[in-house]
Nanobody, 112 residues
């Protein structure tokens, strides 16, 4: 089955550094849907991180507000999550959700 949503950009960084995640989606599902980022840390439930609407309206979980910025490039069918001032507690697998399609996730590890 074709993967309709794909995340990239994860990696290992030190506390205080930045990363930018990308979520590329099939055009058929991207253009008319909002896009959410979620994350799941080891041993914890998946938690919602941020959302961007078709028009660009965004909202964030309190835990990342002021540090993370979500944006979308409709011409590229891609959503970005700019993560600044990263903390060890941001360590998780980050997933993208478009309509009811999940990507496979990208690992973000923040060392102290």
């Amino acid at each position: 089955q074709a993967q309709l949503v794909e995340e990239s950009g994860g990696g290992l960084v030190q506390a205080g550094e930045s990363l930018r995640l990308s979520c590329a989606a099939a055009a058929s599902i991207f253009s008319t849907n909002s896009v959410d980022w979620y994350r799941q840390a080891p041993g914890k439930q998946r938690e919602w991180v941020a959302i961007v609407s078709v028009s660009g309206f965004s909202n964030y979980a309190d835990s990342v507000k002021g540090r993370f910025t979500i944006s979308r490039d409709n011409a590229k069918n891609t959503v970005y999550l700019q993560m600044n001032s990263l903390k060890p507690e941001d360590t998780a697998v980050y997933y993208c959700l478009v309509r009811n399609y999940w990507g496979r996730g990208t690992q973000v590890t923040v060392s102290s």
